[in-house]
């Protein structure tokens, strides 16, 4: 996760559409990692009967995000006088990375 978050803020200093390339690439090889290990996480954290709500969850995030952020640029592209660069280094940090929450939930309350 954290290499995926990092491929996104890194597009923040592509000034050419190879270094986009490069950036769009390293994105995409950070993303292959997420959906596998969601659906792990997901196996390992619920119930056999809860699996299926959890599942739907975290697979709405992406099409949620996908309503959501958007505004979210343009406003940000308004603000900044049209910058993409100031809204791919702004938007890049709000990422919730899942390796600093992954021990949100105690042992405890897993059993």
């Given at each position: 996760m954290g290499f995926w978050t990092m491929a996104g803020l890194i597009h923040a200093f592509a000034v050419t559409p190879l270094q986009f390339g490069i950036c769009r690439f390293l994105l995409g090889i950070g993303?292959?990692?997420?959906?596998?290990?969601?659906?792990?996480?997901?196996?390992?954290?619920?119930?056999?009967?809860?699996?299926?709500?959890?599942?739907?969850?975290?697979?709405?995030?992406?099409?949620?995000?996908a309503i959501i952020v958007p505004p979210f640029v343009g406003y940000g592209l308004i603000c900044n006088c049209g910058s993409p660069?100031?809204?791919?280094?702004?938007?890049?940090?709000?990422?919730?990375?899942e390796e600093l929450h992954r021990y949100a939930v105690t042992m405890e309350e897993k059993q």
């Open positions: 993303e292959t990692g997420n959906w596998p290990a969601a659906v792990r996480m997901t196996s390992e954290w619920f119930p056999p009967h809860e699996r299926s709500t959890a599942s739907g969850i975290f697979n709405s995030g992406a099409a949620l995000g660069d100031s809204c791919l280094s702004v938007m890049g940090p709000l990422h919730k990375d």
